[in-house]
């Protein structure tokens, strides 16, 4: 895999939300607003990129690698709660609406399965580099994944679309222009199901149909050979 | 045994780097954050009690000793001869999805002056603009629940209750 596609892979071809399906609770219970999503998806990067860097740079060192083998998930948790633990004090100094608003799922990033399992899969047997990489794509993919959640949710929830403080495109007007009103639902958890339920669908059937063209171009080659 | 030894130690010298990072980032943040907590703390208290707002030369207000389990803070608003006219708690309560965290001002005649919600991470309805209809109220009987928050709701009552109930002991 080249620098490019270690890159993309992280948006749509292995979306560590909508194709692995990790790191679904704080996707479903905090894109209630973009600017959640966006909070989010910022902390978690700095998470995956640091600890990627981190634990890639400790497996780099052939002796310090064979040293923590044998306790090399317990560091790893330690290194990435420091982490966690280090987005939440910034937070809370810098930018304490958002730290509120977010809550407890800013400390959960720690047991987060994507940041733990990029750790384990990917950034203790790849070069510094690769994994910095890797955590980029990772943490953005998972961004995107929370943006899209968010803005859908929000949008037909409150009809608004916070997009940071009191920067707020009120589209209100717009459902009252089509006489219709905002589905309050959609803020709620089984709201935050269903959005994501559909999001999948349409990405499975736009992989299907690409599937389908693909055999459909393979059978036609076959039958002029 | 040595290996058991060793990887524990390891593991040890992690956690020692690992909290001297955090150490040297909390002495950057903790400054700033007790700072707007305390901002915080004292706009709320300019928000919930008028005398002392109108009269800040008149009144003195002090952070009390006193410690109920329900509690977080009490403030007693003296005048100048030293009597004891109002008393301004923070009490926390369990939400639906968060703590909420209230300022309530007492007046002398255990009646509901203000209160303010200090933190709350609820989802639900506008926990923090709702009017409860709880000022000037000597009891619970008009509280008004925010509708659709009924674990929020109930644990606001519980913070106007608690302020209550404390202030005859408080403002004796």
Known sequence: ???????????????????????????????TSLENALGMGVAFIFVLVMSNTIISLINSFKKLKELI????????????????TI???????????????????????TV???????????????????????GISMGLGYTLA??????????????TITIWGDLQLNLQGVFDFLHITTISFFTSSAGAFMVLGIVLAIMQAIKNGKEEKAKEAEKAKKEVK | MKNNLITGLVLSVFALICGLMLSVVNMFTAPIIEERT????NNSIMEVCEIYRENKDTYTIDKESITHDEVDSVYLIKNENGEKVEVI???????????IQMMVSVT???????????SSAETKGNIKTHDFNMEGKDSLEDFDKLAGSTISSKAVRKCFYTALDLSYEDLK
Request: proline share 3%; aromatic share 8%.
């Open chain 1, 1 to 31: 895999m080249n620098k490019k596609e270690n890159f993309l892979k992280g948006f749509i071809k292995e979306n560590p939300l909508f194709v692995l399906l990790l790191g679904t609770c704080p996707a479903l219970a905090i894109t």
């Open chain 1, 69 to 84: 083998q044998p306790v090399r998930i317990a560091v790893y948790i330690v290194i990435i709660a420091s982490l966690v």
């Open chain 1, 87 to 109: 987005v939440e004090m910034l937070m809370q100094a810098y930018l304490p609406d958002l730290y509120n608003s977010l809550g407890v799922f800013i400390s959960l990033i």
């Open chain 1, 112 to 134: 987060n399965c994507i940041v733990l399992g990029r750790a384990e899969a990917y950034a203790s047997s790849n070069t510094v580099g690769d994994s910095v990489i890797d």
């Open chain 1, 146 to 159: 929370l943006i899209i959640i968010s803005i859908v949710r929000e949008l037909l929830g409150n009809g």
């Open chain 2, 38 to 41: 305390e901002e915080k703390i």
């Open chain 2, 89 to 99: 708690y923070i009490i926390s309560a369990k939400g639906y999805a968060s703590t």
């Open chain 2, 108 to 118: 002398k005649d255990h009646k509901i002056e203000k209160s303010v919600v200090i």
